[in-house]
């Protein structure tokens, strides 16, 4: 069984993070693995930085850049991960867009990320149209889960669409603006999150973009299975370092 589900039947809020691989600083990675793993967060993104990250705010645009700056690249992540699964135990998933993936070789690439036990993908800019039609079967022939998105905008039609050919989770972005931390949802948001909930989709759903403190995070979970947070931990790590995690998880749950 794949790591994403049998951490969903857990029966608890999952608490997700997302990092840029490469930051602050290019061996930063597994440490950041580890102390997340030890802080007891129940899944990682480790995101895959590019140069035009469209769907991200300044503060991962400006990890995404020094990132590649000090030395990341597709094949250093891998090379990063080959002995990650020696400690690392909870699932992880990598993040990015389809561009990087596409010029390493989308076979290659899945092959390889099965080989370091990563469990699935997140790729905002790969159609789910595109994916079953081309990709689909490169991924069931590697285990991978590939998770798609929905925006408060996506139709119902659509949803239910995703739904139905999704594993592992349906991303919920809690608003149509870019990733960034908020200290609290609005209405519009909270409409959203009833809206779902009341669709009583089969895939699990977690929120992500807009999540940063405690308050978002219950907000957020309270229809939902669970939250990613982004932003504010690559604020925390640049202001604080990858020394004192923990305090952060701590401040959240």
Known sequence: MNR????FQEGKKLLSIYFT???????DTIPILEALQEAGVDMIEIGLPFSDPLADGPTIQ?????????????Q????QLADARKTIEI???IMG??????????DAFCESCAAVGIDGLIIPDLPVEV?????????????????FLITPQTSEERIRYIDKMSNGFIYMVSSAAVTGAKDCFGKIQVAYFDRI?????????IVGFGIGNAATFKMATEKADGAIIGSAFIQYIKENGIKNIGDFIKKIR
Do not use: C, W
């Open 197 to 205: 909930a009341e669709m009583r989709l089969q895939t699990p759903q």
């Open 97 to 106: 867009y389809f561009n990087p993936i596409l010029q390493f070789g989308v």
């Open 21 to 27: 691989a490469g930051y602050p600083a290019l061996e």
């Open 131 to 147: 994916f079953h039609s081309k990709y689909q079967d490169i991924f069931e022939r590697n285990g991978l889960y590939n998770m």
């Open 91 to 93: 699932p992880l998933v």
């Open 76 to 79: 250093k992540l891998l090379d």
């Open 4 to 7: 994403i589900d049998q951490k």
């Open 62 to 74: 400006e990890s995404s850049t020094q990132a590649i700056q000090n030395g990341m690249s597709t």
